[in-house]
């Protein structure tokens, strides 16, 4: 198992590698760099720029070296500093504007994780054993339907309706009296009022994906002969399900959250662009639209550095549930 | 089921045969059948084709042109169509009657119902336009037969511009369906390429390429994309950007594919009609041609079907963002980043639930079409 | 009849499976009675509803299948008598039977059992669900079990996982799961099929051992009549649905009444003896110059498994070769690296080309290759998978003369008489395989093979996927073939009643080497080496007043150089 465990570990480092260098791309892909926008800026508001002053600059972000050695320069900073930069925009350190954000961004990932397995198992279970009752033709639809709609449309339906049905704003994860106070019962009161709704419309799509591979899984395993091994032994039918099936349907599942989790966080971000939550989306639009590339490019590799852990944490989830995957 | 699936190879064949035609009905013909029988598919299938139809089509069916203003008709609500007025059969709808409401100082419309317009099939349209982009045509599928000043149709509302929502959604299609359309091309030739050289290779070559799609699919999609999008220069012209985000899109959905193709070269290459055929003398690219290809096709075109959704939702997400597409292109996620504004919404919902419409009516027929083909991919499981 | 010998009573059952078709009637009226203490088998072919019947006895018929009509009793340890066709499937009397009264094992261990529990934890289940028996009470029961079922060290493979044990093992596990509550019955749903011929032995000995032991009653499912004829006190004969006949053992076998069982015995008495037709045949001459002589070839796959070890062999015009194995034997690889589908590290594979040139077919280079495939050709074992379902059967049998050059009318005519040839009505050749039965699809690969006049023909397992009254038939076909032809053979199968009806010599593999090489009679009647000899006495024979395996000798390679261990009960 640790063996394991090692292999995956070093598996990883290649793809954290790999991630950088897309996230340094995504940085330089814009035509020309921040520093000759912010020139051009200036100069259209006819301020004069010292020559010194734009070295000094070139200098400190290292634009005026080669491409690989502008890498090297930011993961070194990561790496050894914690230092991802400075945002040109904001004109402060990248670190300082982002840790909150993508903590939050965990927070409702995490949350919308539980949510979606929480209510995905069962109604995959139930589709699977009632397969082709009301109930089955019923879950079947919705995730179709669920599955057709953006992340952002439901959201702006979502708020749509809480608006125009119940006269409620919905926006954020707090209330404006909360949002500078520190925690306490009633913001925890505050933020799981706020926190619903964006849990279910970043949810609903992976749920409705998930129950029907729950229920695509069940119904394999359902048809398997050790099932009609179990039965001859005398167990009843719903421990017979519970032990057998579902949980050797489950394995297969564990392993969709290397998939789910991207998407999770892909809804994260659009839907909390719609619903302005204070989380990295908005940011990370912000700081593409302004080509802020330093706060964008560190909020990708941070987002997919996560992203990758999630899956690793999911693969030794899978090897601690099935001897199969663990003794190969 | 064991007797029943396991049906002994010398009691009967493993198709249901009572059918004398199934015995002589090729890959295809089994696909149809296998297909038919999947109703929600097929009704998808029609309305799959109805809409390609309609994005084809839509300077004809369009009755006014989307980027036409009206200062007058700010936020106008839906007018009803009816057939009938006063007993005889005459198409109409209703002149709306503009009212100031003083208290939240907004223009508010009410259809005069003593007022009709009438409104004609195959009228002629105040500008030319050529149709498919090469017939020159002038008659529109609808439209108002004697408009006059004050008179209006918008059957689906209009938008901040007095822009008809109708006519806009109609022109969207043929942006968002043909993005669709344009990158599962992009993933297919990516796709296959990739995952043929992966399976048939196989070795370190196979072992790196996977890696490579493990590591992409890793990576949460939209901060991908959107990372790509905003890269492309604000000036750059309509149709190079549509091409550069059709294939951002395409970047992500050639690996599922890619995935497929090999899954099924490894396992055909190891079938015993494929070795028999190397034993027969056909060369390998006579074995790729004449038994990997036809194979694998159906399966290709159920995960083709199935990816172009994904690439609509894609594009829509991104121009909904303001850095995919963007305005005077219209396309469907063009159309909600008007509806972005939640008050904007709550005055005239037609902003957003009519491209929402849209959106969700195509992706879900697609979603199902896709999901009945995948079922009728391998037509020769056996049919218990 | 029915006195208080009798445990469980089958009346006039019918388990029907509505289909789109139609309804199914896999039973369709089944009766008997099974006595205690005694062997009841159940022989019919595949489709004949044997499983579903056994099935039906403890209501755990597959879905859409259900009881239509009859009577299942069961008589109870305290003398009262349930009709088990009445219980509710889902109910609580039902399972109180279930593992407890009647218990079941299944063919595929594997698959019946979970991959992701310990065996233990599998075992005991039965033990907690009917007496509540948990913890180290439980656990210590299990560890009886398992030595019972003589799995080695059962202290630690109580914690493993089915995986990581053998077939014959798995079987074990699954008869100690049966066995753990005692039961008065034992239901064993075709439990050696999966299993090879020596393993089978042990799984029978094992069996028959614990039915004495425990005083059970057991309800043996099977397709094999040798197995019956070791086995079995009573016998069913069935056949789609219905039994055809029924009776003590040695009736069925040296009286039977019915027809079918007439033919069946027939057919499985035929493949007892040499074919006749080999009987009439000319000798081949020994100092013939061989057609194939390989030597010393070897292949190690990647994994470091040596598949084929050193093998040595020829093959004389006109002759027919048999490759007899277990599974993982490595015949079917080493059949493979003849036609270099595999491509072998070590040796030589000289064949004779038709002008008397030599090549060895190891090193041939790609040209030499696809000019010798087309002399030396193959049948292959899965008769559904080595045709491709999207072309029509015309088009399957023509494809090896195009590639060699045939076309137009000549192409037509050739596939035609082709047809002719192996037994199919040219007027089929614009149909799909799928809608032919298994043995006209073994017709049509042979078809393919003898397409382009080969010389040579590596038949691999090529009649173990068709029921025992169907492989003669092949068989024969193929026989006939060879003398139209002049054709040689080398014949790859696990079935040594095949191997003696079909081929003038034998040579047995195991793991990867070959033991031993004869003459057929000579191999069969006076084996040299202890696997043979092991090998043959396994073979259960279908003469019930000749039982056998029990006094099989056993091979143990650890134990050389005599390396033997004679069988004791």
């Keep these: 198992m640790l063996r394991y465990i090692i292999k995956r570990l070093v598996f990883a480092i290649p793809t954290l590698f790999a991630v950088s260098i897309i996230a340094f791309i995504i940085i330089q892909l814009p035509p020309g760099d921040y520093l000759t926008t912010l020139l051009a800026d200036w100069a259209s508001q006819g301020g004069a720029v010292e020559a010194g002053t734009v070295a000094a600059m070139r200098e400190r972000y290292g634009l005026d070296q080669p491409m690989y050695f502008q890498y090297y320069k930011w993961m070194w900073g990561i790496l050894t500093q914690g230092d991802f930069g400075i945002s040109f925009e904001l004109g402060k350190p990248v670190t300082e504007l982002i840790w909150n954000r993508l903590g939050f961004s965990l927070l409702l990932s995490l949350l919308t994780l539980c949510f979606v397995w929480a209510v995905a198992i069962p109604i995959g279970i139930l589709s699977a054993v009632r397969q082709y009752s009301i109930s089955d033709y019923g879950a079947t639809f919705l995730a179709f339907f669920f599955l057709a709609v953006p992340d952002f449309l439901m959201a702006l339906s979502a708020m749509y309706v809480m608006s125009a049905w119940f006269g409620q704003s919905v926006g954020g994860l707090f209330s404006p009296d909360y949002i500078d106070a520190g925690w306490s019962f009633g913001k925890l009161i505050d933020f799981a009022k706020h926190v619903w709704l964006p849990v279910i419309v970043i949810g609903l799509g992976s749920l409705a994906a998930l129950v029907r591979i729950m229920r695509a899984n069940l119904l394999d395993e359902l048809s398997k002969p050790y099932v009609t091994t179990a039965r001859a032994k005398g167990m009843s039918e719903f421990e017979l399900l519970i032990r057998y099936p579902v949980r050797l349907a489950l394995n297969p599942l564990i392993s969709t959250l290397g998939w789910i989790l991207p998407a999770v966080i892909s809804g994260e971000i659009i839907v909390s662009v719609v619903m302005s939550l204070p989380t990295t989306g908005p940011l990370l639009l912000r700081a593409l639209l302004a080509q802020d590339m330093y706060l964008a490019g560190s909020l990708i590799l941070l987002i997919s550095v996560l992203t990758i852990i999630g899956t690793l944490i999911s693969d030794i989830l899978l090897a601690l549930t099935d001897p199969r995957i663990r003794f190969q | ?384 | 009849m029915s006195n208080n010998d009798t445990i469980l009573k089958v009346e006039n059952l019918k388990t029907y499976f509505p289909t789109r078709i139609g309804i199914f009637k896999a039973v369709d009226g089944v009766s008997f009675e099974l006595k205690r203490g005694k062997t009841l088998c159940v022989v019919g072919e595949s489709g004949s509803g044997k499983s579903v019947t056994a099935r039906s006895i403890l209501q755990i018929v597959d879905r859409p299948g259900r009881i239509e009509d009859g009577l299942i009793e069961l008589t109870r340890a305290d003398g009262s008598v349930t009709d088990l066709a009445k219980l509710d499937p889902r109910g609580k009397d039902i399972r109180s039977v279930r593992g407890k009264e009647i218990a079941m094992i299944f063919q595929e261990p594997m698959s019946s059992l979970s991959p992701v529990h310990r065996i233990g934890t599998q075992i005991g289940e039965a033990l907690r669900i009917h007496f509540g028996i948990r913890g180290q009470a439980q656990r210590a029961r299990v560890l009886e079990l398992l030595k019972q079922v003589e799995i080695p060290r059962p202290e630690t493979a109580i914690d493993r996982y089915t995986f990581e044990f053998s077939g014959g093992m798995r079987q074990r596990v699954m008869i100690a799961m049966a066995l753990a509550c005692n039961p008065q019955v034992l239901i064993a749903d075709e439990p050696t099929t999966a299993l090879d011929v020596t393993t089978q032995a042990e799984i029978l000995d094992l069996i028959k051992r614990l039915q004495q032991s425990h005083g059970m009653s057991v309800l043996f499912i099977t397709h094999d009549m040798g197995v019956v004829a070791e086995i079995a006190d009573e016998v069913i004969v069935m056949y789609r649905g219905k039994v055809m006949e029924r009776g003590p053992v040695e009736q069925i076998f040296h009286a039977p009444q019915d027809d079918y069982t007439r033919r069946l015995i027939g057919s499985v008495v035929k493949l007892e003896k040499k074919a006749e037709v080999r009987l009439t045949r000319p000798e081949i001459p020994a100092e013939a110059a061989p057609l194939l002589d390989v030597k010393n070839l070897s292949l190690t796959f990647a994994s470091g498994l040596k598949a084929v070890d050193d093998v040595s062999l020829i093959v004389r015009p006109g002759e027919t070769l048999g490759i007899v194995g277990e599974s993982g034997s490595g015949k079917t690889t080493m059949g493979r690296c003849l036609l270099r589908i595999y491509d072998p590290q070590a040796g030589a594979i000289a064949y004779r080309r038709p002008d008397g040139s030599t090549v060895d077919l190891r090193t041939a280079d790609k040209g030499t290759l696809k000019e010798v495939r087309r002399e030396v050709r193959m049948i292959f074992q899965d008769p559904v998978g080595s045709l491709s379902p999207r072309k029509t059967v015309g088009q399957i049998i023509a494809e090896p003369l195009k590639l060699a050059g045939v076309s137009g009318s000549e192409l037509e005519h050739r596939v035609a008489e082709l047809m002719r040839q192996v037994g199919l009505d040219p007027a089929w050749r614009e149909r799909y395989p799928h809608a032919f039965s298994g043995g006209q699809r073994q017709r049509i690969g042979i078809a393919r093979a003898i397409a382009v006049k080969p010389r040579l023909i590596i038949a691999d397992e090529a009649t173990s996927a068709l029921d025992v009254s169907l492989r003669s038939q092949m068989l024969d076909l193929m026989m006939s073939l060879q003398d139209q032809l002049g054709l040689s053979y080398v014949f790859i199968s696990h079935d040594m009643s095949v191997i003696r009806y079909m081929c003038d010599r034998v040579a047995v593999m195991y793991s990867g080497k070959i033991v031993e090489t004869g003459e057929t009679d000579q191999v069969v009647n006076n084996p040299q080496h202890d696997y043979t000899r092991a090998l043959l006495s396994a073979i259960p024979h279908p003469d019930p007043r000749d039982r056998r395996i029990h006094k099989r000798f056993r091979y143990d390679p650890t134990l050389k150089p005599s390396g033997t261990v004679s069988a004791n009960g």
């Design chain 2, 1 to 384: 089921m064991t007797d029943i699936t396991n049906l002994p190879p010398d009691t009967g064949p493993s198709l249901d045969l009572r059918n004398k035609d199934i015995a002589v009905a090729g890959q295809w013909r089994l696909f149809w059948l296998k297909f038919k029988k999947h109703k929600i598919a097929l009704v998808s299938l029609v309305v799959i084709i109805f809409m390609y139809l309609v994005a084809a089509f839509a300077d004809f069916i369009a009755p006014l042109d989307p980027n036409a203003t009206n200062a007058r008709f700010t936020y106008a609500p839906p007018q009803m169509l009816s057939l009938f007025h006063d007993g005889s059969f005459q198409p109409n709808v209703k002149q709306l009657k503009m009212t100031l409401n003083t208290e939240s100082m907004r223009r508010e419309f009410q259809p005069d119902p003593a007022k009709p317009i009438p409104v004609g099939f195959f009228v002629k349209a105040a500008q030319p336009y050529d149709l498919l982009g090469f017939i020159p045509m002038q008659t529109k599928l609808f439209g108002l037969t004697n408009p006059q000043i004050g008179d209006s149709l918008y059957i689906f509302g209009a938008d901040r511009l007095g822009r008809d929502i109708f006519s806009r959604v109609v022109h969207g299609a043929k942006i968002s369906l043909s993005i669709g359309l344009v990158g599962v091309f992009m993933s297919l030739i990516l796709g296959v390429t990739i995952g043929g050289i992966s399976g048939f290779f196989g070795g370190w070559l196979d072992l790196g390429i996977q890696r490579g799609i493990e590591l992409l699919r890793s990576i949460p999609t939209i901060p991908l994309w959107m990372g790509l999008a905003a890269a492309i220069p604000v000036g750059w012209p309509p149709l190079r950007t549509y091409f550069i985000i059709t294939l951002i899109v395409s970047l992500i959905g050639w690996t599922s594919l890619a995935r497929e193709v090999r899954g099924k070269f490894l396992s055909l290459r190891s079938e015993d009609f494929v070795i028999a055929a190397r034993l027969d003398g056909m060369s390998e690219i006579g074995i790729i041609f004449n038994h990997l290809v036809p194979s694998f096709m159906s399966h290709i075109i159920a995960t083709l079907t199935l990816a172009i959704p994904s690439m609509i939702l894609a594009e829509t997400a991104l121009s909904f963002l303001g850095i995919g597409l963007q305005p005077p292109i219209i396309s469907w996620g063009v159309l909600l980043q008007e509806a972005q504004n939640i008050r904007a919404v709550a005055q005239a919902p037609w902003l957003l639930f009519t491209p929402a419409a849209a959106i969700v009516i195509s992706v879900l027929s697609l979603n199902f079409l896709g999901d009945g083909l995948r079922d009728a991919a391998d037509p020769y499981e056996s049919v218990s």
